[in-house]
């Protein structure tokens, strides 16, 4: 095999629509993952902080019902869809 099999994809061949829902995707998993990075041993009781009401709560439930599970889910199928897209360049 040649190198130039090895190279990145040219600009004008990627399919952009898949890279801008893998963006999203990406920045949907930070959502998920920002509360960790803050308190990895107590992110998920509300009652360290007394977070039972307010902004913070608010937040926690819109993190946890609109990204939890849906962007990895999302991120994977992506990561899926690429396989198949490789596969079939390698084919030819």
């Known amino acids: 095999m040649s190198s130039a099999a090895f190279a990145p994809v040219k600009e004008k061949n990627r399919i952009q629509i898949i890279d801008t829902i893998r963006g999203v995707a990406l920045l949907g998993i930070l959502m998920m993952n920002i509360l960790y990075f803050s308190n990895p041993d107590q992110a ?44 079939g360049h390698l084919e030819k």
């Open 44 to 87: 998920d009781n509300l009652n360290v902080f007394n977070e039972w009401h307010g902004a913070n709560f608010y937040t926690r439930f819109f993190v946890s019902g609109f990204f939890n599970g849906s962007m990895r889910a999302l991120f994977s199928m992506l990561f899926g869809a690429g396989a198949v897209l490789l596969l």
